[in-house]
Every structure is written in C-alpha cells, then in structure tokens.
C-alpha cells in the first residue's frame, strides 16, 4: 500500500528523545558545550516522566527523565542506558495517520494522546527498523 493522501503524509522531523538520568545535568551539559538555551522544565506525574523541549538552531531535542525506575523511560534506561529515545515526526492530521499505520504493517502502541505540548502517537519501533517513532500533530515544541 502506498501513501496517497496529503491529510497522512509525514512532515518534518519534530525533534528527537534523548533519554536521560538526570535532565539538570544534561541541559548544562547541553548549554556547556553546544550554547543551548535555557529550557522549562516539564513534568507528568502520571506518565512518571520529566522533559524539556532545547531549541538548537533547527533543530529541537526532547530530553525525558524517569522520576521512577517503572517508567518507559526508566526502563529504557536500565535496559540501554542514556541515549536516543525516539525520533518525532510531524503529521497534518494525527488521528487520520495513526489509523493507517496498522494497515501498512506498523501498530500504534501508545495513542493518539496528549503530550506535553501537542496530540502526539508511537509507533511500534519492531515494525519500524528499531526506531521507536512518535508522530506530532501540528508543528510543536
């Protein structure tokens, strides 16, 4: 099956996850060493995750920090160690993609939900060469 409608073409790349311990640490790291700026700091308890969205130039990375060891991202790190999480796309319409991924052989195993700053969907990284892909509707961070 080919992608032939405008509504679920992806767009660019959104911004990259780096899974991180500490995201202190890793922001001044970031600052240090690239000249990042300054980034809020978000929080959901519910998800057991804290995150900050860096604004590099063109490009944007999401650093995520587990507040707990049973988290996604606690256990991705226990699993891998720091590192890439995910890479995130945008999409013109989130709802319309996430309901044909599965038809192309890719599931969707988180969403369409909300995220900290836009509706965002995951795909199934098994289907898609190991790279965990998170779709963002819109143009957020």
Do not use: W, Y
């Not at 890439?84 to 195993?109: C, N, Q, R, W, Y």
């Amino acid at each position: 099956m080919t992608l032939i409608s405008r509504d679920t073409a992806v767009g660019t790349l959104n911004h990259i996850g780096i899974a991180v311990v500490s995201i202190e640490a890793s922001l001044k790291q970031f600052q240090d060493v690239f000249g990042s700026p300054d980034a809020e700091i978000l929080r959901s308890d519910e998800r057991g995750i804290r995150a900050c969205f860096i604004e590099q130039g063109e490009t944007h990375i999401e650093l995520l920090e587990p507040m707990r060891a049973d988290t996604v991202i606690g256990r991705f790190i226990e699993e891998h160690g720091e590192g890439i999480h995910h890479l995130a796309f945008t999409v013109a319409d989130l709802d319309a993609k996430a309901a044909e991924l599965p038809s192309l052989g890719i599931p969707i195993i988180d969403g369409p939900r909300q995220g900290f700053r836009a509706r965002i969907a995951f795909a199934d990284s098994s289907a898609t060469h190991g790279v965990l892909i998170e779709l963002v509707q819109g143009h957020s961070p």
